[in-house]
Nanobody
Framework: QVDLVESGGGLVQPGGSLRLSCVAS????????MGWYRQAPGTERDLVAT???????NYADSVKGRFTISRDIAENTVSLQMDSLKPEDTAVYYC??????????????????WGQGTQVTVSS
């Protein structure tokens, strides 16, 4: 079993900053892409930022220049530094990872894993 656990959400005023972190644990062999998505009430889950093993990054246009994704491959962690937050950034933020792991019978399994989500609220 593999778990993704997020932390760092909360309430912040417009213009403020938050840092989200996510750690993956379990019988992990390798994590390929890792990143963050978000979902506001009544909307679909959308990409925020992702990063590959070799450090390539991809950001949603709405967060470019304000959010920065970083990753520690050895520690199986990914973080999202969010600056200049706006009310429209309010959403539940989910960590995501494409994982190669060892299964219950020692087989290799590849799958997409999601965290439980962390609430980010930007409001005065």
């Amino acid at each position: 079993q593999v778990d993704l656990v997020e932390s760092g959400g909360g309430l912040v005023q417009p213009g403020g900053s938050l840092r989200l972190s996510c750690v993956a644990s379990g019988r992990i062999l390798r994590i390929d892409d890792m990143g963050w998505y978000r979902q506001a009430p009544g909307t679909e889950r959308d990409l925020v930022a992702t990063t590959t093993r070799n450090g390539n990054t991809n950001y949603a246009d709405s967060v470019k220049g304000r959010f920065t994704i970083s990753r520690d491959i050895a520690e199986n962690t990914v973080s999202l530094q969010m600056d200049s937050l706006k009310p429209e950034d309010t959403a539940v933020y989910y960590c995501h990872a494409n994982i190669l792991a060892i299964g219950a019978t020692d087989e290799y399994i590849a799958f997409k894993s999601w965290g439980q989500g962390t609430q980010v609220t930007v409001s005065s």
